[in-house]
């Protein structure tokens, strides 16, 4: 059973910073390394949107809310991706996911992000 598990959210001021973690877990396969892994996030009220999307090459095309400001890398060695967010902002304030196909998706169960004075 593939796993993912999101962390490192919590509540910051406007223009503040927060690195995401999602580690993968659960597979014999290494399948960390075989399939790419996306960044989403949901706000109350709306859609889950695509954040940003990685392969396992580290070729990643970000949304554009969050061009400039975000950043993914990945650490192959602990199985964790990251998702770097500089200069905050109060529409960033959602939950936000990792993402993982592999036959089926893969979620993980979200870490809160508030951004707010």
């Known amino acids: 059973q593939i796993q993912l598990v999101e962390s490192g959210g919590g509540s910051v001021q406007p223009g503040g910073s927060l690195r995401l973690s999602c580690a993968v877990s659960g597979s014999i396969f290494n399948i960390f390394n075989i399939r790419p892994i996306d960044w989403y996030r949901q706000a109350p009220g709306k859609q889950r949107e695509l954040v940003a999307i990685t392969t396992t090459d580290g070729n990643t095309n970000y949304a554009e809310s969050a061009k400039g400001r975000f950043t993914v890398s990945r650490d192959k060695s602990k199985n964790t991706v990251y998702l770097e967010m500089n200069s905050l902002k109060p529409e960033d304030t959602a939950v936000y996911y990792c993402?993982?196909?592999?036959?089926?998706?893969?979620w993980g169960q979200g870490t809160q992000v508030t951004v707010s004075s």
């Open positions: 993402h993982l196909v592999f036959v089926r998706h893969y």
